[in-house]
């Protein structure tokens, strides 16, 4: 059942790219970009320079073809110091890959290609009665003649605003059997009928814009459905198997974060005369933190390298690494400011940010309560 995944030269070589990155142009401005709830738009110019805006966008679209397992590679050392910053390559995967699974050729061709240059993807399946329950969805997709028109409310949508390019789901047929009767389709920021809520006030990502998407008689050509109708949630559920390893890979950069920072605190920071890093008591925190930490890496790399292989098991590995991933950054954020004390505290230190940031790990795409269902579901069968 857990099959080994490599590490080759070409992965290390993208995180070493990536961790200058972020250290350079995107953890300087992480604190004012939390302070100021703030779009992180020198993340979003630096990734785009760098071809990290959206790595998993295959050459033949014009991006680079980055792997499943690099792609989680790029998201961690952003997460690792800012998360805002890190849904940029995220959320351009979660947006477009039902596009990648679900799409024709021409779709492909006309979305991917304009997201590797730099137009980003966000995801519209989650409404405020249907979040858990998607396929209890009230946005609905009428044909009228070669066109779709929809009308409904989309809600928590990342990036929402700033993104150029929105998967939305939509009931397709209201008479259908649930479930069967979604579709999924391409809307762009500048259609007509397509309008953006106010921003969400938030506990942490601060950063990234959280609205709702409000479609009122908003038409739509008939080639921007994404495969054929119907098909919109069985879409977006196989695209949820894929991104949830990316939601691990953001819990894995937090938590290495703040263990970096509580490290060098601890090691720094004298109490009773000698280094507070010399106490056992301290020394057990680390050891768990660091344990557990790298527990959760092999759990998903090893998700990542099932995604791009397309598994059979993926959506057990996948629901295990987001569920196990964003529990462990939530107790290493946790213990990160524990260790640092009342300095912990304030935000002159960037852990009560990142133990903030942890949190929603652990509830979008799909709570980790379901994500306990959906394991439990694939191992009795």
């Not at 050509?221 to 994404?226: K, L, S, T, Y």
């Not at 894995?252 to 974060?257: I, K, R």
């Not at 940031?357 to 979008?364: H, L, M, N, R």
Request: hydrophobic share 40%; with cysteine; charged share 25%.
């Amino acid at each position: 059942m857990f099959d080994v995944y490599k590490l080759t030269d070409e992965h290390q070589e993208i995180r070493a790219a990536v961790r200058s990155i972020v250290e350079d142009k995107i953890t300087p401005a992480a604190a004012e970009v939390d302070a100021e709830a703030r779009y992180p738009q020198e993340a979003h110019d630096a990734l785009l320079a760098t071809d990290f805006f959206a790595p998993h966008v295959a050459e033949e679209y014009g991006g680079v073809g980055a792997d499943a397992l690099a792609t989680c590679i790029v998201i961690e050392e952003v997460a690792r110091g800012c998360m805002s910053s890190s849904l940029i390559p995220a959320v351009n995967k979660l947006g477009s890959m039902p596009v990648i699974l679900g799409g024709g050729e021409e779709i492909k061709q006309k979305y991917l290609s304009q997201l590797a240059q730099g137009h980003g993807f966000s995801y519209g399946l989650s409404e405020r009665e249907a979040g858990s329950d998607t396929a209890s969805m009230k946005t609905r997709a009428k044909r009228d003649g070669d066109d779709w028109v929809l009308n409904g409310v989309k809600t928590w949508i990342t990036n929402a605003g700033v993104s150029d390019f929105y998967t939305v789901m939509a009931v397709t047929d209201p008479d259908g059997a649930r479930g069967r009767n979604i579709s999924a389709f391409v809307v762009e920021k500048d259609d007509e009928g397509f309008t953006f809520g106010e921003k969400e006030r938030k506990l942490g990502i601060k950063g990234s814009p959280t609205r709702e998407l409000f479609f009122e008689d908003c038409r739509i050509p008939g080639d921007r459905i994404i495969g054929t109708e119907g098909e919109g949630l069985k879409i977006a559920l196989r695209t949820l198997d894929h991104t949830r390893v990316t939601i691990a890979a953001q819990a894995l950069g937090v938590a290495q974060g703040a263990l970096d920072y509580a490290i060098d605190y601890v090691k720094d920071r004298k109490q009773f005369g000698k280094s507070v890093s010399d106490f056992q008591a301290v020394q057990f925190m680390v050891a768990d933190m660091g344990m557990k930490l790298e527990a959760a890496r092999q759990l998903t790399y090893a998700a990542a390298a099932k995604s791009e292989r397309d598994d059979d098991d993926l959506g057990f590995f996948g629901a295990a690494a987001k569920a196990f991933a964003s529990d462990v950054a939530m107790e290493i954020t946790t213990d990160a400011v524990q260790l640092l004390g009342g300095a912990g505290y304030v935000v002159d230190h960037p852990v009560e940010r990142m133990m903030r940031d942890a949190k929603i790990t652990q509830i979008y795409e799909g709570t980790n309560q379901i994500q306990r269902l959906v394991m439990g579901r694939k191992l009795l069968g």
